[in-house]
């Protein structure tokens, strides 16, 4: 559980980087599920976007992708949606106690 300093440290991280995974109207599919953990993986850090002609809500889309690929929601605005996993054998982003 990452704590509120945390989020605003990978928050003001998150302002600079483009957009990794992309959703559109299929939705989540097992493909952009693989996609988003292995961008986790490499990056630790990723953005998600939501295209407009997709049915499900943007927050519930961020629920399930933080559950399928076991990473945490550090902050969504709108239909963007920023992941944090922290990369156990080769960490790339030190956090803030």
């Known amino acids: 559980m990452l704590k509120k300093q945390q989020k605003k440290?990978?928050?003001s991280m998150a302002n600079t980087l483009k957009t990794t995974v992309i959703i559109g109207k299929n939705g989540l599919t097992e493909n952009l599920i693989s996609s988003a953990s292995e961008s986790l993986l490499a990056h630790e850090?990723?953005?998600?976007?939501?295209l407009?002609?997709?049915e499900v809500k943007p927050e519930q889309l961020a629920i399930e992708i933080a559950s399928e690929t076991k990473?945490?929601?550090?902050?969504q605005i709108g239909r963007k949606i920023v992941l944090y996993k922290k990369n156990v054998?080769?960490?790339k982003i030190v956090l803030p106690r």
Do not use: A, R, T
């Open 45 to 50: 850090l990723i953005k998600v976007s939501v």
């Open 9 to 11: 440290y990978l928050k």
């Open 52 to 54: 407009n002609n997709c």
């Open 89 to 91: 054998k080769e960490p």
């Open 71 to 75: 990473s945490e929601i550090v902050c």
